[in-house]
């Protein structure tokens, strides 16, 4: 593992940019596993920047997403598929044909979980994999549990990761109470892992993920495993 720590918020998302970036420069046609939260907005930024400068070509990138709510559709301005768009998507040149998000409307979610796995493999495998952390430990939506699922699955938020998340909505009651989430599986396999972190409030978690057992009571903690896992963090917000 490498873990690196950082003084700012800028230079995290410098960093994680920059990864992102070598990984898309040596491979146009790579597969980028993306992320949502606040952690990854300014690494998004930097990216659109770069694509500005003429640094950086989307334009054979294909990108999967870890989660949606379920019940929101893409025109929803809390879904993840409009967060995408709005911080991503709609800045770069990448085909939106290409970027793929769980759909929280599936009428079956154990099917859609199947076939989003099932379309990772057929497109050969996540390059790279984008990750932020939730303060209990949850990476995508992958809550502490008695175990991991492998799949992409349905999942009930837990209490708390609603009340962090209702920042973002009108009311709590406004934030929907399940996701699909992809699964340990294909975050685990992906070649490279980068997670993102900052602020105090994040310490303590980051030092359980990181450093302590590896647990499905902390979801994060398996990262520990992967052959291939930066983590950048920055104490400051
Ligand atoms: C949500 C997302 C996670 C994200 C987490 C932390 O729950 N599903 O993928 O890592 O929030 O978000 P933030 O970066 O805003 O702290």
Redesign the pocket.
């Known amino acids: 593992m490498n873990y690196i720590v950082v003084d700012s918020y800028k230079e995290l998302s410098r960093k994680a940019a920059q990864i992102i970036a070598s990984v898309v420069t040596l491979k146009p046609d790579c597969v980028l596993g993306l992320?949502?939260?606040?952690?990854?907005?300014g690494t998004y930024d930097r990216l659109t920047e770069m694509y500005e400068n003429g640094e950086l070509d989307f334009s054979r990138v294909t990108s999967v997403n870890?989660?949606e709510y379920v019940g929101l559709d893409g025109t929803n301005d809390q879904s993840?598929r409009y967060f995408m768009n709005k911080n991503l998507f709609d800045r770069v040149n990448i085909d939106k044909n290409r970027t793929f998000v769980p759909n929280g409307l599936a009428a079956d979610p154990a099917a859609e979980g199947e076939a989003y796995d099932n379309h990772i493999k057929e497109l050969g495998g996540i390059d790279i994999q984008l990750?932020?952390?939730?303060?209990d430990g949850?990476?995508?939506?992958n809550e502490p549990d008695s175990f991991f699922t492998k799949e992409t699955h349905l999942v009930k938020?837990h209490e708390s990761?609603i009340e962090?998340?209702s920042r973002?909505f009108a009311s709590r009651d406004e934030v929907p109470t399940t996701?699909i989430?992809m699964g340990m599986s294909s975050i685990m396999q992906a070649r490279r892992v980068l997670l993102?972190?900052?602020?105090a409030k994040?310490k303590e978690i980051m030092e359980k993920a990181f450093f302590g057992p590896i647990t499905p009571e902390v979801p994060a903690s398996i990262l520990q495993m992967h052959p291939d896992l930066t983590v950048i963090y920055c104490e400051n917000d």
Do not use: E
């Open positions: 992320a949502t939260g606040s952690s990854p907005v870890l989660d993840y990750l932020g952390i939730g303060l949850h990476i995508g939506f938020l990761t962090a998340n973002f996701a989430t993102i972190a900052n602020g994040k």
